[in-house]
């Protein structure tokens, strides 16, 4: 061997090259290593059948069943046949087809009482489950040597595939693979394995792939879980480490300021929770290193407020500081509520303003020329203390006079290079304080945010309304619908006012390109907002002022509309997720959300915090075809069955595979994360954090763990250490 480490060899010298070439192309899959982290998504025992009731729509799936019966039919006046089997595992049952010359083997095969592995892609065809031209494997006694072989254990592997490659073939593939495990190189300080009582990483690899019993798949997954958790871990620490290096001009309390003068005119007392969140962040202001915080909370909870002191105390301190928001009309909507929670202390150097003010300004891309000049000015000459702005901000024209604090609503749609543009701006590395809009469970934040630290919100500030939320199954119950609409008519006669929530615009610039599975079923396009609006305009809701608004209209009807539907001009806004985050109409009461089904679980919470803002009670409509017993509606009534925004993210999570977990954060990397459930495992985490915190701060450049290093720097690969940039 020429150096190259056993577990880096590519894929083809060992399996020959249409095989690599497929497993390369369908599943990512180029080297001796990656194929041993191939993990079985499950196993088969030998004798048991898979249950078919629970079989996933248009997916690829292994079964172990058995053959019922077996008949050949005739169509197209005698000319083709068709040989359709009946498979069975006791309970359920699934039909297999074949068609033309390939019915001839299977008929031979596939006898009634027969045991086969079959894999294929699961469809519906006259409203029963089947299989088309699956490939299969017997398992019976006589069913040939090679066959048996394979599957002689009793447990058999099954693994994630794809229709161009069958579990089995996978797992032939693997055993031509496996003699290499025994060269893995094993990331775990010896001490830390041992001190937890784990297998060698060889050993885990082994029991992974090719398990005697039950006990060895356990040992194998909790050693592979610690792996992902820990290497995760150890880069987090190392960028923690790295930032808490980094210098920063600490921004200390200053009596007789703008906070002080903020806080004397609130209308309102902070909550509990405000006021502590609100401590966390002014220690870290406090020294002179770059505060990294994450501030998340329910929906509504206040985290506006949390963000605006930590800026009055930095314009107090003499710094400016940033909010940067991930669209336009969130922009506007914050500026606009911040100038109002600030009143005159908004208006510095204006007629009326305040002596202690500062000035507040907008920076969005599509300004005027002679507003755009002026803001600029007025941040180089530290004239604005707050600016709010979208990624205009991060341009390089944009010249701070001292940026203290940089604040980003909405975390996951920013991406990394423009936190960094933003943190070059000041003198020295500016503090950071990162707010999401829904929130998060423990393990993700310590995940996905993992090189931030994290305060919670979790009270809601009083005089916010309990909101009701209801299903309303068009299919099953059409009635539901008029009645949904004769609620709105009567909240706006009340002189309130209400949303309606639509997946897509409906201009012919949005037509779905690729249709999923369900819109084949369904064979209708999602909703549009400029449909929906004309139907109800003309329709249940005539008479009504009735507004659109989505994200292609120009910026400044975008606001207009915000405006007349805030100052109560408008009383229904038809609008796409545009109004998602961050927009605050009090008066707002009833929000239906048209094909909620369409929607996350997360996206759902987030639009229904909407309504329910002010003193009268709130009400979301969810409005879905879906059927009583599908996963959609049983993620809508979760919804409606909770306001609790934790509850309903970790629901969301296991819904959602979880490689998705750390979401686009790592867009185009396959997640590093194959064993580890990041909702199941928190208790494994947790101790990855401790025990890498440990490792890095007593060693920060890992110099006495080189396979540590080997392991960090196949994980972070350029692609991923810009993901981990993201703190």
Same mark, same amino acid.
């Given at each position: 061997?020429?150096?190259?480490?056993?577990?880096?060899?590519?894929?083809?010298?060992?399996?020959?090259?249409?095989?690599?070439?497929?497993?390369?192309?369908?599943?990512?899959?180029?080297?001796?290593?990656?194929?041993?982290?191939?993990?079985?998504?499950?196993?088969?025992?030998?004798?048991?059948?898979?249950?078919?009731?629970?079989?996933?729509?248009?997916?690829?799936?292994?079964?172990?069943?058995?053959?019922?019966?077996?008949?050949?039919?005739?169509?197209?006046?005698?000319?083709?046949?068709?040989?359709?089997?009946?498979?069975?595992?006791?309970?359920?049952?699934?039909?297999?087809?074949?068609?033309?010359?390939?019915?001839?083997?299977?008929?031979?095969?596939?006898?009634?009482?027969?045991?086969?592995?079959?894999?294929?892609?699961?469809?519906?065809?006259?409203?029963?489950?089947?299989?088309?031209?699956?490939?299969?494997?017997?398992?019976?006694?006589?069913?040939?040597?090679?066959?048996?072989?394979?599957?002689?254990?009793?447990?058999?592997?099954?693994?994630?595939?794809?229709?161009?490659?069958?579990?089995?073939?996978?797992?032939?593939?693997?055993?031509?693979?496996?003699?290499?495990?025994?060269?893995?190189?094993?990331?775990?300080?010896?001490?830390?394995?041992?001190?937890?009582?784990?297998?060698?990483?060889?050993?885990?690899?082994?029991? +992974?792939?090719?398990?005697?019993?039950?006990?060895?798949?356990?040992?194998?997954?909790?050693?592979?879980?610690?792996?992902?958790?820990?290497?995760?871990?150890?880069?987090?620490?190392?960028?923690?480490?790295?930032?808490?290096?980094?210098?920063?001009?600490?921004?200390?309390?200053?009596?007789?300021?703008?906070?002080?003068?903020?806080?004397?005119?609130?209308?309102?007392?902070?909550?509990?929770?405000?006021?502590?969140?609100?401590?966390?962040?002014?220690?870290?202001?406090?020294?002179?290193?770059?505060?990294?915080?994450?501030?998340?909370?329910?929906?509504?909870?206040?985290?506006?407020?949390?963000?605006?002191?930590?800026?009055?105390?930095?314009?107090?301190?003499?710094?400016?500081?940033?909010?940067?928001?991930?669209?336009?009309?969130?922009?506007?909507?914050?500026?606009?509520?911040?100038?109002?929670?600030?009143?005159?202390?908004?208006?510095?150097?204006?007629?009326?303003?305040?002596?202690?003010?500062?000035?507040?300004?907008? *920076?969005?891309?599509?300004?005027?020329?002679?507003?755009?000049?002026?803001?600029?000015?007025?941040?180089?000459?530290?004239?604005?203390? +707050?600016?709010?702005?979208?990624?205009?901000? +991060?341009?390089?024209?944009?010249?701070?006079?001292?940026?203290?604090?940089?604040?980003?609503?909405?975390?996951?749609?920013?991406?990394? #290079?423009?936190?960094?543009?933003?943190?070059?701006?000041?003198?020295?590395?500016?503090?950071?304080?990162?707010?999401?809009?829904?929130?998060?469970?423990?393990?993700?934040?310590?995940?996905?945010?993992?090189?931030?630290?994290?305060?919670?919100?979790?009270?809601?500030?009083?005089?916010?309304?309990?909101?009701?939320?209801?299903?309303?199954?068009?299919?099953?119950?059409?009635?539901?619908?008029?009645?949904?609409?004769?609620?709105?008519?009567?909240?706006?006669?009340?002189?309130?006012?209400?949303?309606?929530?639509?997946?897509?615009?409906?201009?012919?610039?949005?037509?779905?390109?690729?249709?999923?599975?369900?819109?084949?079923?369904?064979?209708?396009?999602?909703?549009?907002?400029?449909?929906?609006?004309?139907?109800?305009?003309?329709?249940?809701?005539?008479?009504?002022?009735?507004?659109?608004?989505?994200?292609?209209?120009?910026?400044?009807?975008?606001?207009?509309?915000?405006?007349?539907?805030?100052?109560?001009?408008?009383?229904?806004?038809?609008?796409?997720?545009?109004?998602?985050?961050?927009?605050?109409?009090?008066?707002?009461?009833?929000?239906?959300?048209?094909?909620?089904?369409?929607?996350?679980?997360?996206?759902?919470?987030?639009?229904?915090?909407?309504?329910?803002?002010?003193?009268?009670?709130?009400?979301?409509? *969810?409005?879905?075809?879906?059927?009583?017993?599908?996963?959609?509606?049983?993620?809508?009534?979760?919804?409606?069955?909770?306001?609790?925004?934790?509850?309903?993210?970790?629901?969301?999570?296991?819904?959602?595979?979880?490689?998705?977990?750390?979401?686009?954060?790592?867009?185009?990397?396959?997640?590093?994360?194959?064993?580890?459930?990041?909702?199941?495992?928190?208790?494994?985490?947790?101790?990855?954090? #401790?025990?890498?915190?440990?490792?890095?701060?007593?060693?920060?450049? *890992?110099?006495?763990?080189?396979?540590?290093?080997?392991?960090?720097?196949? *994980?972070?690969?350029? #692609?991923?250490?810009?993901?981990?940039?993201?703190?």
């Amino acid at each position: 061997m020429d150096n190259v480490p056993a577990l880096d060899e590519p894929l083809k010298k060992t399996l020959g090259g249409t095989t690599a070439k497929v497993l390369a192309d369908h599943l990512d899959l180029h080297t001796v290593g990656d194929l041993l982290h191939h993990y079985p998504r499950r196993y088969a025992e030998r004798g048991e059948l898979t249950r078919l009731s629970d079989l996933p729509l248009e997916e690829h799936v292994t079964v172990v069943a058995q053959v019922a019966d077996a008949r050949v039919l005739k169509f197209n006046a005698g000319r083709g046949q068709r040989l359709e089997v009946t498979l069975t595992d006791g309970s359920g049952r699934l039909q297999l087809v074949f068609f033309g010359k390939g019915i001839h083997k299977p008929h031979k095969d596939l006898l009634p009482g027969r045991r086969a592995m079959f894999a294929g892609k699961v469809s519906v065809f006259n409203r029963k489950l089947q299989l088309a031209h699956p490939e299969y494997q017997l398992l019976d006694a006589d069913s040939g040597e090679d066959a048996v072989d394979a599957f002689a254990g009793r447990l058999m592997p099954i693994y994630p595939a794809c229709q161009q490659m069958a579990s089995w073939k996978i797992a032939k593939a693997v055993d031509a693979v496996l003699p290499s495990a025994r060269e893995a190189v094993d990331p775990l300080p010896p001490a830390l394995r041992q001190g937890r009582g784990l297998a060698a990483l060889p050993e885990a690899l082994l029991k +992974i792939h090719r398990p005697g019993t039950k006990a060895d798949i356990a040992d194998a997954r909790d050693r592979l879980k610690w792996d992902e958790a820990f290497v995760l871990q150890v880069a987090l620490a190392r960028r923690r480490f790295a930032d808490a290096q980094l210098p920063a001009v600490p921004r200390r309390h200053a009596p007789g300021g703008l906070l002080g003068a903020f806080d004397a005119k609130l209308p309102f007392e902070l909550t509990e929770g405000q006021r502590k969140v609100s401590q966390e962040v002014f220690d870290d202001l406090a020294t002179d290193h770059p505060m990294h915080r994450l501030l998340q909370g329910e929906v509504g909870s206040g985290k506006t407020m949390v963000a605006l002191r930590a800026m009055l105390r930095v314009v107090d301190a003499g710094g400016q500081t940033a909010m940067l928001a991930p669209t336009e009309v969130l922009a506007q909507q914050h500026h606009r509520s911040i100038v109002e929670m600030m009143g005159e202390l908004a208006e510095a150097g204006m007629l009326g303003g305040a002596d202690q003010g500062t000035k507040v300004v907008l *920076l969005t891309g599509s300004m005027g020329a002679a507003a755009r000049r002026q803001a600029l000015l007025d941040l180089v000459t530290g004239e604005a203390g +707050i600016v709010i702005g979208t990624h205009a901000l +991060i341009e390089d024209k944009v010249k701070f006079h001292d940026l203290g604090l940089v604040v980003v609503d909405e975390q996951h749609r920013f991406g990394v #290079e423009q936190r960094d543009a933003l943190r070059t701006k000041g003198k020295q590395p500016p503090h950071l304080l990162v707010m999401t809009a829904t929130p998060i469970p423990r393990t993700v934040a310590m995940t996905v945010f993992g090189d931030l630290e994290t305060s919670v919100l979790d009270q809601l500030p009083a005089g916010r309304s309990p909101i009701a939320s209801h299903v309303v199954p068009v299919q099953d119950k059409p009635h539901f619908l008029a009645r949904a609409w004769e609620r709105v008519r009567e909240e706006a006669a009340a002189g309130h006012q209400a949303y309606v929530v639509c997946p897509r615009i409906g201009d012919d610039e949005d037509e779905p390109k690729k249709k999923s599975a369900e819109d084949q079923a369904e064979k209708r396009p999602p909703l549009a907002v400029l449909d929906i609006a004309e139907q109800l305009a003309a329709g249940p809701l005539s008479g009504l002022r009735v507004a659109v608004l989505h994200g292609r209209l120009q910026p400044d009807a975008k606001d207009q509309v915000m405006r007349r539907f805030a100052a109560g001009e408008v009383d229904v806004l038809v609008a796409t997720t545009v109004i998602e985050v961050g927009v605050n109409v009090p008066n707002a009461t009833v929000m239906v959300i048209m094909d909620a089904d369409r929607f996350g679980v997360s996206q759902l919470h987030q639009l229904r915090g909407r309504v329910g803002r002010g003193s009268a009670p709130g009400l979301c409509l *969810l409005v879905s075809e879906m059927p009583q017993a599908s996963p959609a509606r049983a993620r809508l009534d979760a919804v409606a069955g909770t306001l609790d925004g934790f509850e309903l993210s970790r629901i969301d999570l296991e819904q959602r595979r979880e490689g998705d977990v750390l979401g686009q954060a790592q867009s185009g990397v396959r997640s590093s994360l194959r064993m580890l459930a990041v909702i199941d495992d928190e208790e494994v985490i947790a101790a990855a954090r #401790e025990e890498a915190t440990a490792i890095v701060s007593a060693d920060p450049d *890992l110099t006495a763990h080189p396979e540590l290093r080997t392991a960090l720097d196949a *994980l972070v690969d350029a #692609e991923r250490e810009s993901y981990l940039d993201k703190g």
